[in-house]
């Protein structure tokens, strides 16, 4: 059974920073994409960063909103993934969540963990 489990929200002033970090098991695919998801009161669940995973390397994705600010990243050794946030702005409180993409029957989602910006 997979499992994420988020940790590390809070809150925060702006230009301050957090780092979220997903525990995930379960699994022992050599090919997968693992994600950062946001989403704020009223509106749509968006992408924030995505990681994907090969046997032979892999690559990093952020959305506009967050580059240069954010950066996704993965400890194979744990088996966790993280997501550090620097230079937080108010547009940044969202619940934030941990996602895998195994195949497109399974795709799981973590719980959600709250991040909230604000002076």
């Known amino acids: 059974q997979v499992q994420l489990v988020e940790s590390g929200g809070g809150l925060v002033q702006p230009g301050g920073s957090l780092r979220l970090s997903c525990a995930a098991s379960?699994?022992?695919?050599?090919?997968?994409?693992m994600s950062w998801y946001r989403q704020a009161p009223g509106k749509e669940r968006e992408l924030v960063a995505a990681i994907s995973i090969s046997s032979t390397g892999g690559s990093t994705n952020y959305a506009d909103s967050v580059k240069g600010r954010f950066t996704i990243s993965r400890d194979n050794t744990k088996n966790t993934m993280y997501l550090q946030m620097n230079s937080l702005k108010l547009e940044d409180t969202a619940v934030y969540y941990c996602n895998v993409y195994l195949s497109r029957r399974l795709n799981y989602w973590g719980q959600g963990i709250q991040v909230t910006v604000s002076s």
């Open positions: 379960g699994f022992t695919n050599n090919n997968y994409v």
